[in-house]
């Protein structure tokens, strides 16, 4: 399982409905919306642990 890193809610990866990569790293999140905002700033929540 891993962490959305926006609303930190838990995320089956197999079942994730949005993924993004950023600096080689994968991220699963919960919903679109949580994606689109991890894309428009990521330092932002990556920041936020």
Same mark, same amino acid.
């Given at each position: 399982?891993?962490? #959305?890193?926006?609303? $930190?809610?838990?995320?089956?990866?197999? /079942?994730?409905?949005? +993924?993004? #990569?950023?600096?080689? $790293?994968?991220?699963?999140?919960?919903? /679109?919306?949580?994606? +689109?905002?991890?894309?428009?700033?990521?330092?932002?929540?990556?920041?936020? /642990?």
């Amino acid at each position: 399982m891993a962490i #959305d890193p926006v609303c $930190k809610m838990t995320v089956d990866e197999k /079942k994730a409905p949005a +993924i993004s #990569d950023y600096k080689g $790293k994968r991220y699963y999140f919960c919903a /679109k919306g949580c994606k +689109i905002a991890f894309d428009k700033d990521p330092e932002k929540y990556l920041a936020q /642990k």
